[in-house]
């Protein structure tokens, strides 16, 4: 059999290669401490499960707009009005399998043979893999420790080319937790107005900051990048519903209208139970989303502190999510080698950077319990040491 050239082009992703990897080991009696998967240990607040189960016994086990339920679509544009600053209606929002889901929509509906979509490095694994399943070319610029491992308003400028119809920006970052400053984020609208180009914005992450960051969605900046603006989200990560599958994208209602119409094709209507359990996580009580940050962030403090402890390895402070992007060239061993051998000697699992497009460097993800961040980085630095 000769399957279709796209598969070709892209890779499996790593992330849950090596997260499937870990679970595995685990169920062969192994104790393994992973830092892989970006999903909080956390379990779905009650009153969450409490609207999904209340639908399911009220029967909404139907097929459902593919668009969304009205009622979701109608709290999400309510939600980016008043938290941040988009003056979407329902009409501009289609709710997806997943925040994922919403971003491959996206490219489908919008990238051709021969577009070009600007993707700083580090990157979320699947925005290149995306961009090529649609054939587009991904357009990679890579930044540094310096910068943040940011993209400058001048380094996108100069990457922009006639063939340039997409800008992919994530704030809070998978994989650094780094986050755009507010002022960062006008400089890069400015740019983006200028060259008129699209932006998606992927704001997954935007409820985990920490020491008093705040997020600015780029579509907020002015009217004119409003109009080039697309935002995609979900509720995976600051409601802890990786396995419920449901995201959205808001933008213009051609852009909404197009992907609809291909997920109408693909995949039909999200999950409707799943959708009820979304509309209490925006409309009911927020303290469980502050619950968790805090926790992150105690967790964050303590990783910190254990990594700078260990001579070979520097990283920065990250502002948001709840990922810890190591430098690790000091050790001379490319980051592939180095989490493979970390897993199968110390049972730890973490995500090499050559998957998010940058060498020596690894992800660790500290949505994880304390118990299993104190162990893994004793077993990470006896590691470290013997390799040194």
Known sequence: MKLANRVNRVTPSMTLAISAKAKAMKTEGLDVCSFSAGEPDFDTPDHIK??????????????????GEPALRQAIAEKLQAENGLCYGADNVIVTNGGKHSLYGLMMALIEPGDEVIIPAPY????????????????????????????????????????????VLNSPSNPTGMIYSPEEIRALAEVVVEADIWVVSDEIYEKILYDGSTHLSIGAVSPEAYDRTLVSNGFAKAYSMTGWRVGYLAGPIPVIKALTTIQSHATSNVCTFAQY???????????????????????RQV????????????????????????????????????C?????????????????????????????GMETILKGMDRLEAFVKAYS
């Open 277 to 299: 359990g979304a509309i209490a996580a925006l409309r009911g009580p927020q303290d469980c989303v502050e619950t968790m940050r805090l926790a992150f962030a105690e967790r």
């Open 303 to 338: 990783i910190i502190d254990r990594i700078k402890a260990i001579p070979g390895l520097t990283c920065g402070e990250p502002q948001g999510a709840f990922y810890l992007y190591v430098d690790i060239s000091q050790l001379g061993m490319p980051s592939l080698d180095f």
């Open 124 to 167: 979320w694994v699947s925005y290149p893999e995306m961009v090529q399943l649609a054939d587009g070319t991904p357009v990679i610029v890579p930044t540094t420790k310096e910068t943040g491992y940011k993209i400058t308003p001048e380094q996108l400028r100069q990457a922009i080319t006639p063939k340039t119809k997409l800008f």
């Open 340 to 368: 493979n051998r970390l897993l199968d000697e110390k049972y730890v699992a973490t995500v090499p950077g050559i998957s998010f497009g940058t060498e020596g460097t690894a992800r660790i993800s500290y949505a994880t």
């Open 50 to 67: 409490a609207a999904a189960k209340q639908a399911l016994d009220e029967g909404k086990t139907r097929y459902g707009p593919a668009a």
